[in-house]
């Protein structure tokens, strides 16, 4: 495990949100963390109170972005967390330091999102017209049905960020991939028809360093639950505790409903147990 918070210290818990939002998803999780982990959501330029600026789409500017913004507050251990284009954020930016010989992140998390050999199956519409993304995005269940129809606001307000972001993870999808060094957590839903499990479960080839999949209650934005805050609460404080036996064996396995979720550093497979 690389970097283990030292008793006493509350590591930076940094969160990356998903395509098209800002950060106000996170706004409940510091009550859920508590004193586990600080909660630093990361917001990304032109949404919210950066909707003037122009949204990024190129991974070196993305990670430029990122370096100025928390890279600053890296001296001390901290977490990732990134959900749906979030999590190609949190991986992108955790191999970055990691190449650079920098502090890399203790731990790095990602949810709702397949890894970037498999791809986002929306991604494939980042360049269909307005209308026809629009009803994709509504197949997948990622806006509400009456986008379908269109109008102003999904056509003017809401879809060019979508489509921004959307390219910036196929951008990220496409650049050269190495495992991470730090252990890695993906948290996924049975619900979600965009990151499947088996899909979620091949992130273990991307952490030879451990790796384990948790399933959570929910649909594709369970981040707007108390599942995932959940799960990194537990996270960080056995990161904080380096409990023996903890979260980060060779082979670790989550049971929930009848079933285990089980997955080594180069496998992963759903099996029934007695």
């Avoid at 859920?32 to 917001?43: F, I, K, Q, R, Y």
């Avoid at 197949?139 to 979508?162: F, I, K, M, N, Q």
């Avoid at 030879?208 to 959570?216: M, S, Y």
């Avoid at 990194?232 to 056995?238: G, I, Q, S, T, Y």
Wanted: proline letters at 9%; hydrophobic letters at 40%; aromatic letters at 6%.
């Amino acid at each position: 495990m690389t970097g283990g918070a030292g008793e006493g210290v509350r590591p930076w818990l940094f969160c990356f949100h998903h395509a098209g939002a800002g950060v106000s998803c996170f706004a409940p999780w510091q009550n859920v963390l508590g004193d586990a982990a600080e909660v630093v959501p990361v917001l990304l330029p032109g949404r919210e109170t950066r909707v003037r600026e122009a949204r990024i789409t190129d991974p070196e500017q993305l990670l430029v972005e990122l370096d100025e913004l928390i890279g600053p507050l890296l001296d001390r251990p901290y977490l990732l967390y990134g959900h749906s284009l979030g999590g190609l954020v949190a991986y992108t930016f955790a191999r970055h330091r990691e190449r650079l010989g920098e502090r890399g992140p203790s731990l790095v998390s990602v949810g709702a999102v397949q890894p970037p050999h498999l791809r986002s199956p929306v991604l494939r519409g980042v360049d269909l017209p307005d209308l026809e993304l629009l009803r994709l995005l509504v197949s997948y269940d990622t806006l509400p049905p009456e986008a379908a129809d269109g109008g102003h606001v999904w056509e003017r307000r809401v879809l060019p960020a979508l489509r921004d972001d959307l390219r910036l993870a196929e951008a990220l999808c496409e650049i050269e991939h190495s495992p991470l060094s730090a252990p890695l957590l993906a948290l996924a839903s049975r619900e979600d028809p965009i990151a499947p499990l088996a899909g979620m479960a091949e992130w273990a080839d991307y952490a030879p360093g451990g790796f384990e999949l948790r399933t959570v209650t929910g649909s594709h934005f369970f981040v707007r639950g108390k599942a995932a805050p959940l799960a990194l609460r537990d996270a960080a404080l056995d990161l904080r505790c380096e409990q023996p036996g903890g979260l980060w064996p060779e082979l670790s396995a989550l049971r929930e409903g009848g079933v285990t979720v089980v997955s080594t550093r180069s496998t992963s497979r759903e099996v029934m147990w007695p």
